[in-house]
């Protein structure tokens, strides 16, 4: 299952971040320096889907957005397997943005 504490690395063509998120019972709650992370996911055998937004809290011009926006809705699809997941998305507001993340367990 997916519940847990995981680092998450982000890319898009633009550039790539790095965050953490914690996954419980279908909910989803995390962050970095910059951005809050809340959404939710639903999983079934190794496959995942969900959904997550993510809010700039803090104006930092040394880590940009990896997305050039300050708030974005992002569906994504994927895979949990053992400690690792790997998902790719797209954002309602950058529908042409490919987006990916892969999030590796710190602690259950």
């Known amino acids: 299952m997916l519940n847990g504490l995981y680092k998450v690395e982000f890319e898009t063509p633009r550039r790539k971040a790095v965050g953490i998120i914690f996954a419980s019972n279908g909910k989803l709650r995390g962050g970095s320096s910059i951005f809050a992370y809340i959404g939710s996911y639903k999983q079934v055998g190794h496959r995942i889907t969900g959904v997550v937004v993510a ?3 803090t104006n930092d011009p040394r880590h940009p957005p990896i997305f ?4 974005v809705k992002i569906d994504f699809n994927g895979v949990e397997k053992d400690s690792f997941a790997s998902v790719e998305g797209t954002a309602a507001e950058a ?3 490919s987006f990916k993340a892969f999030l590796t367990r710190l602690s259950d």
Not at 68 to 71: G, K, Q, R, T
């Open 55 to 57: 809010k700039q809290h």
């Open 68 to 71: 050039d926006l300050s708030e």
């Open 95 to 97: 529908p042409s943005v």
